[in-house]
């Protein structure tokens, strides 16, 4: 089951740490997203990349930071001025286009202790 | 700004019914309209999906319309099994690289 990647599956923090979660694909696909999902709530886009060295704010960037200074890798970082940690954060690819399919990774689900 | 409202929240049909799920998008330079399945506990996937020039698109049992002039796209399930039961997730994109999701729909499938 390759495609995209993410680790750790399962992620606990304490209040005040900065966390890194891993987004890796081998689909060679230009754009990578990382999106947060709570209950009852649609997706909604933290930041996205469109090449490397490349990344953009999405709708609730606050709180959050990326990088991407391969192809293949997009992490994010959970910083402590993130107010509300706690949910699924899901990683995505798409070719160079928005328009088209994204393909999505396995998600972590952090947990703020 | 950029919005996508999908209706109902909850749906529950009994198996071999039909089901359907609505979605209302506010800007109108929307092109692309995906589906996206989530089952319990794993990654969402595209499920079908329809451009702007096309008014339906059809696969199998799943089928999806699109009226660009009301703004609204729908998702329609026939033949309901109990592995159809799942989160479905409506969205649009504009060409960019930005795609906006519905909040979702849960569905049950009663055996």
């Known amino acids: 089951d390759g495609g995209i990647t993410q680790s750790p599956k399962y992620l606990f923090r304490k209040e005040g740490q900065n966390v890194t979660l891993s987004c890796e694909q081998n689909?060679?696909?230009?754009?990578m997203y990382w999106y947060r999902q709570d209950p009852g709530q649609g997706l909604r886009l933290i930041y996205y990349?469109?090449?490397?060295?490349?990344?953009q704010k999405g709708d609730i960037a606050e709180g959050y930071s990326v990088s991407r200074e391969k192809k293949e890798s997009f992490p994010l970082t959970v910083t402590s001025a993130q107010k509300n940690p706690t949910a699924f954060y899901l990683c995505?690819?798409?070719?160079?286009?928005?328009?088209?399919?994204?393909?999505f990774g396995p998600g972590t689900r952090l947990t703020v202790l | 700004g950029e919005n996508v409202e999908q209706h109902p929240s909850t749906l529950s049909v009994q198996e071999g019914d039909s089901a359907v799920i609505k979605c209302t998008y506010s800007?109108?330079?929307?092109?692309?309209f995906p589906w996206y399945k989530q089952e319990l506990g794993k990654r969402p996937q595209l499920i079908i999906d329809?451009?702007?020039?096309?008014g339906e698109k059809k696969d199998q049992r799943i089928a999806v319309t699109l009226n660009k002039t009301a703004k609204h796209f729908s998702l329609h399930i026939t033949e309901t099994q109990p592995e159809d039961s799942a989160v479905y997730f409506c969205?649009?994109?504009?060409?960019?690289?930005?795609?906006?999701f519905g909040a979702g729909t849960r569905l049950f499938v009663k055996a």
């Open positions: 995505a690819s798409s070719t160079d286009l928005g328009s088209g399919e994204q393909f």
């Open positions: 689909l060679n696909h230009d754009a």
């Open positions: 990349s469109q090449i490397v060295n490349d990344f």
């Open positions: 800007d109108s330079a929307s092109n692309y």
């Open positions: 329809i451009r702007s020039n096309v």
């Open positions: 969205a649009c994109n504009t060409g960019g690289f930005k795609t906006i």
